[in-house]
Nanobody, 124 residues
Framework: QVQLVESGGGLVQAGGSLRLSCAAS????????MGWFRQGPGKEREFVST????????QYTDSVKGRFTISRDNVKNMVYLQMNSLKPEDTAVYSC?????????????????WGQGTQVTVSS
């Protein structure tokens, strides 16, 4: 069974950058789609980005397009989320997740393994 552990969160000023990492262990994720989701204070969980098994096809929610970049390293069993030009509204717990859909997916119910999340706080 795959386990996912996120890291890289923290406190950053508006306009700053953070790089989140998601380490998979227990099994390879090289054939799985991967995604990042976030849940802000008092908000529902929302889709952020997804990537296909090969790292070729990506998808982003509109609010992060042009600022966030998802990537993966199947040799290292890792997934990343580079976040630039951060805004206070990006403040949330960010979680990575695995879906059996190799193309990735924006729907959270398609994911069957979740990490515990990492806190990102953006100050104004």
């Amino acid at each position: 069974q795959v386990q996912l552990v996120e890291s890289g969160g923290g406190l950053v000023q508006a306009g700053g950058s953070l790089r989140l990492s998601c380490a998979a262990s227990g099994s390879s994720i090289r054939t799985d789609g991967m995604g990042w989701f976030r849940q802000g204070p008092g908000k529902e969980r929302e889709f952020v980005s997804t990537i296909d098994w090969a790292g070729i096809m990506t998808q982003y929610t509109d609010s992060v397009k042009g600022r966030f970049t998802i990537s993966r390293d199947n040799v290292k069993n890792m997934v990343y989320l580079q976040m630039n030009s951060l805004k206070p509204e990006d403040t949330a717990v960010y979680s990575c997740a695995k879906t059996p859909n190799p193309r990735g997916d924006s729907r959270d119910y398609m994911y069957n393994v979740w990490g515990q999340g990492t806190q990102v706080t953006v100050s104004s």
